[in-house]
């Protein structure tokens, strides 16, 4: 996760807590609300700041404060939209993070592969969004991996098959990728008792085409459905190019986070002329972070909304962006700014390169 959205959640995770706990047990339609101490027990916020943050929701209206005796505090449509917010965001860095670390596993070249395994594994279990869907598939059917996998060694040039179907394909790879983890030291060795030939590099690639680069697939499709039920008109970036992270490419023809930088296509837009538009809107950002704060996610969105307003005010400068954004893309024009907000900001402009 990006120290940007770390500190978006260090700041706001209490909040979303609250209105999480005010939305689940407050009934705004029988006027019953929800006290200040159901709350702090609720969220296990301790009684003071649960306060403090109720009554901060209140003044942003995103709650309903009517502490009488039959009533107290209760949601509203606002409330309902935040948590939505919040929400997008916790699964949009969820996606960003486990393509980081899917990718990682699939296009890993070097000797200390289990731990990429062992990395992905834990990381799918952590996140109960990716672990639920999986649990809910690996219901279906508790497959024989010791017996698979001693027939593909038995039988030479016997590569395992894959059962088909979704549900059968989801809960038997989970199995066979947990199975490697806890009887293998190494990943290679692991992956060459499947197809049973080969050498070392060529048992990985087989095995990380073949079998996990699917699997990856299925719980990107996942969460991506989840993002658009939620509305795609508030998703950030994933509509940008990351968002057909092919898992099935060659080894080393994807990759993310630090081991890539996005290739520029000129398309008749100068080097120079992109640098001085990103140098620009990094300036801009830097100097409205002085006059306004960015400590909540809130306080972001106002600066980067100021931003957006001040750059469709100079046309000179909307051409530039927009036609730094046709030429290099989102991602390749993000990676030329260096500044925390970049990310919402290019959530909120992305369109223009498409005319909108």
């Known amino acids: 996760m990006s120290d940007e959205l770390n500190k978006i959640f260090e700041n706001d995770q209490k909040k979303y807590r609250v209105l999480q706990s005010v939305y689940n047990l407050s009934n705004p339609d029988k006027f019953v609300g ?3 101490k159901q709350v702090a027990d609720f969220t296990q916020i301790p009684m003071s700041e649960a306060k ?4 901060r929701l209140c003044d942003f209206d995103e709650l309903i404060d009517c502490p009488t005796n039959t009533s107290g505090f209760m949601s509203n449509h606002k409330t309902i939209d935040k948590i939505k917010q919040y929400k997008k965001l916790e699964i949009e860095e969820i996606l960003r993070e486990f393509r980081q670390i899917a990718s990682d596993l699939i296009h890993m070249n070097s000797y200390d592969e289990m731990s990429y395994l062992k990395r992905f594994i834990n990381f799918i279990e952590s996140k109960p969004i990716i672990f639920d869907f999986i649990q809910d598939n690996n219901r279906v059917r508790q497959f024989e991996i010791e017996r698979v996998i001693d027939s593909c060694v038995q039988l030479v040039h016997t590569y395992v098959q894959i059962p088909k179907g979704k549900n059968e394909e989801i809960a038997f790879t989970y199995q066979l ?14 992956t060459i008792q499947i197809p049973a030939y080969g ?3 060529e048992g990985v690639l087989k095995f990380n085409k073949t079998i996990v680069s699917y699997f990856c697939n299925h719980i990107d499709h996942y969460l991506t459905t989840m993002l658009n039920k939620l509305g795609a008109d508030e998703q950030s970036y994933l509509n940008s190019t990351t968002q057909n992270l092919n898992f ?13 930088i996005a290739h520029v296509t000129q398309n008749n837009y100068s080097s120079q002329s992109l640098v001085d538009a990103a140098k620009e809107i990094q300036e801009l950002l830097e100097n409205l972070a002085q006059i306004y704060p960015t400590n909540t996610l809130s306080d972001k969105m106002v600066v980067v909304t100021k931003a957006v307003e001040q750059i469709e005010n100079n046309r000179s400068l909307k051409e530039r962006t927009v036609g730094a954004l046709k030429s290099a893309g989102v991602e390749g024009f993000k990676e030329l700014i260096d500044n925390p907000l970049i990310n919402i900001l290019m959530a909120a402009i ?7």
């Open 34 to 36: 929800v006290s200040a």
């Open 52 to 55: 403090e943050i109720l009554n």
């Open 177 to 190: 990728l947990k199975y490697g983890l806890e009887k293998f030291n190494a990943y290679y060795v692991f």
């Open 199 to 201: 050498s070392r590099e």
């Open 248 to 260: 099935n490419g060659n080894v080393g023809a994807v990759q993310t986070g630090n081991h890539n």
């Open 350 to 356: 992305e369109g223009w390169k498409e005319g909108k």
